[in-house]
């Protein structure tokens, strides 16, 4: 089956005076796709989330969402998006039952259908036993799953959540996951950003990596990790190591990158078969007594570090 | 009208407060028809206890003595200023007087003045004062024209048994007397201003909230769809509280509220008024941020323009300067409007006017201050 574009964004600019918050930003998104969203605070990754949903004039560029241009009086569109905010957005005065039937009244208008879709979100976020509670009686997990619900009641084709696993203990983190795959096996297109890389390896199938506005990588995790000089990050605790050894393993094939710091060595080294046995077989040559030994492949973050110059929560 | 029926559900939240709201209000009606008790019209003399002490033993000391009597309650106390002054100092008597020698000399046809002992600047001692004064007045009229003196004695004495027929002037059609739904129309903003502003501020914080607000607007309904209905939302409330406020007096006074000739004149100031706490109320509730400051905020506002603007107190009592300040405020107006209506069941065309003044002021406080709060809340918007 061949995937169609559900969202293209093309050379969107948005300033707020002097500072650019998006850069001629480019993105698409395909139906079905779980598309992750990385990037360091102030990247504008929000600022591209507010003017996909037409909560923010931009200065250049097109968004279309469906085939459709989107803007705020796209309520056909807008019908089919769910949205999370990355604050729990619910009224304190109202019961869960009551916040998940007003958000689905602002869709749904069939009394009956909504009740029945307020039913199935309810079972879906696990919220049963907490129907007749107020917000701020419950957990903090159970608050986040309450704000999911309140997003995708109405079930959209396309929901947006920004950080929605923020200051959720990790039993509720595992749960908001697992149900946010499930909505898109189910069939929802999901736009996922979050600072926790995990998460985004996790559960997402395609991910851009966006900083100072714009795209400066996409593909799956595995097409993003070829896209770096990294293959594998070998960790050996080591002590007192000289100068005249450490430019030895830099001078060793695939190596890129050496540091020693606190009785740690560090190698990155290219993509290549037996770069461990390799460094090993070095150090014993040189007689170097060495503890534990580590072998990593490339993550997220590495890629992440690699393409940005920085740390994702810097 | 999904939006509607929520600003309602977190209405019926605060219905709690509001009842609170209500029973005071109802108790305040309650305690004012106890203390006025529809007698207010009656009157009673003042009875004092009272000493004369008799240097004289004559005709006129006795007749002045017999007098007093007459009104006040005569104690036995012996000549010594010393006992007097703890008489007085207990308040076992509130005035004594002393008829010296030679009254009829020194005092009726000389300059002489007598010697009396009494609370200084107290209302009792200006009273006795003037019945020693009125009588010691006659006598001399009397005398001087003639009349022999124990005649003119036993005259002043006896004309002060009659009793005049008092008949207050029934501008109202209340007998004179204001009618009791008065005083809870003289309340009234207070209960408006309270209940409209807590429970529209705890709406107004609610719906306020950016994620909330951020999220409808990712609705298909339109934000000025949302807005219509909030307004909605406001209206209902207001018609309810209004409706609730109107109905206690018709509870509680029937037809004596009923068939006064000014009900509708009464209806409009506090559909008028109720106008003005609406939009205080989203002045407020643009105003305040936080739930936890609603209450401070709210108490200062509706007590402080109570007790500025005549609620609590009547207007004649307040003075000059607050009353001038008081004109800046809206319930002033609907204080004046109240006690015209009170006072008045025929109107002349200055205090039609007069009326007409009150129900325009506030109109216009109400379109004021609605306005202001539009311009800020656009401009927190924005800002």
């Known amino acids: 089956m061949q995937s169609t574009n559900i969202i293209q964004i093309e050379n969107l600019v948005k300033r707020y005076q002097n500072l650019v918050a998006l850069d001629h930003l480019n993105l698409e998104i395909q139906e079905g796709e779980i598309f992750g969203l990385l990037g360091p605070n102030g990247s504008g990754k929000t600022t591209a989330i507010n003017c996909l949903l037409a909560l923010l004039k931009y200065d250049k560029g097109t968004i279309t969402i469906f085939g459709e241009p989107m803007t705020p009086g796209s309520y056909d569109i807008k019908r089919q998006i769910g949205v999370v905010m990355q604050n729990v957005a619910v009224f304190e005065q109202m019961t869960v039952r009551e916040n998940i039937d007003y958000f689905c009244g602002l869709y749904i208008r069939d009394k009956e259908k909504r009740r029945q879709l307020v039913d199935e979100a309810i079972a879906f976020t696990g919220l049963e036993d907490f129907t007749k509670m107020r917000p701020k009686k419950l957990s903090g997990g159970l608050l986040r799953r309450l704000n999911i619900a309140c997003g995708i009641v109405h079930k959209p084709r396309l929901i947006i959540l920004d950080e929605p696993t923020v200051a959720v203990d990790p039993q509720s983190r595992n749960k908001i996951l697992e149900g946010i795959v499930e909505l898109n096996r189910q069939g929802s297109t999901i736009i996922y950003t979050s600072h926790y890389m995990e998460e985004v390896e996790q559960i997402c199938t395609r991910i851009a990596i966006i900083d100072h506005g714009h795209v400066l990588a996409t593909g799956t995790t595995e097409e993003l990790k070829q896209m770096i000089k990294t293959g594998e990050t070998i960790t050996i605790e080591a002590i007192a190591l000289d100068e005249e050894l450490l430019s030895g393993i830099r001078n060793l094939p695939h190596v890129f990158d050496v540091s020693y710091e606190e009785q740690t060595l560090k190698i990155r080294l290219g993509a290549a078969r037996h770069n461990l046995v390799r460094v090993l077989n070095y150090l014993q040559e040189k007689d170097v007594r060495f503890g534990r030994v580590f072998s990593e492949l490339p993550t997220l973050n590495d890629v992440f570090l690699e393409i940005t110059g920085k740390e994702l929560r810097d | ?383």
């Open chain 2, 1 to 383: 009208m999904t939006v509607y029926r929520g600003f309602l559900t977190i209405t019926r939240r605060n219905i709690r407060m509001v009842i609170l709201y209500l029973i005071i209000f109802l108790s305040i009606a309650v305690m004012v028809q106890k203390m006025t008790g529809g007698n207010a019209a009656e009157f009673e003399q003042v009875s004092l206890h009272i000493a004369v002490i008799d240097q004289d033993g004559g005709e006129l000391a006795r007749g002045l003595a017999d007098y007093l009597g007459q009104y006040h309650t005569l104690v036995d106390l012996p000549d010594d200023p010393s006992v007097i002054q703890d008489r007085m100092f207990y308040r076992e008597i509130y005035y004594a007087l002393t008829i010296p020698g030679d009254v009829e000399n020194r005092c009726l046809y000389g300059d002489g003045t007598l010697p009396v002992t009494k609370v200084p600047g107290s209302s009792s001692g200006f009273y006795v004062d003037q019945q020693i004064d009125t009588f010691m007045n006659a006598v001399r009229v009397m005398t001087a024209s003639g009349i022999p003196l124990s005649d003119a004695i036993q005259s002043v004495i006896d004309s002060s048994a009659d009793k005049a027929e008092v008949t207050l002037i029934d501008k109202n059609g209340f007998g004179g007397e204001q009618p009791l739904h008065a005083f809870m129309y003289q309340y009234m903003p207070y209960i408006l201003i309270s209940i409209l502003c807590y429970s529209m501020c705890y709406i107004m914080i609610a719906f306020r909230n950016q994620d909330v607000k951020r999220r409808m607007m990712c609705s298909t309904i339109p934000a000025r769809n949302q807005n219509f209905q909030i307004i909605l939302g406001f209206a209902t409330v207001g018609a309810a509280v209004y409706g609730i406020c109107t109905l206690m007096p018709f509870l509680m006074y029937g037809k004596t509220f009923a068939n006064d000739p000014n009900l509708p004149y009464y209806l409009l100031n506090s559909f008028l008024m109720t106008l003005v706490a609406l939009s205080l109320s989203f002045l407020i509730g643009t105003l305040v941020r936080s739930e936890e400051v609603i209450s401070a905020v709210v108490n200062v506002v509706s007590l402080g323009m109570s007790f500025l603007c005549g609620v609590f107190v009547d207007l004649e009592i307040l003075g000059k300067g607050v009353r001038t300040f008081a004109q800046f405020l809206p319930a002033y107006w609907y204080e004046v409007a109240n006690e015209l209506l009170a006072n008045n069941s025929g109107f002349s065309h200055a205090q039609q006017m007069s009326l007409y003044t009150c129900y325009g002021l506030q109109i216009l406080f109400a379109a004021a201050i609605l306005g202001v709060a539009l311009v800020i809340s656009r401009f927190s918007q924005t800002a």
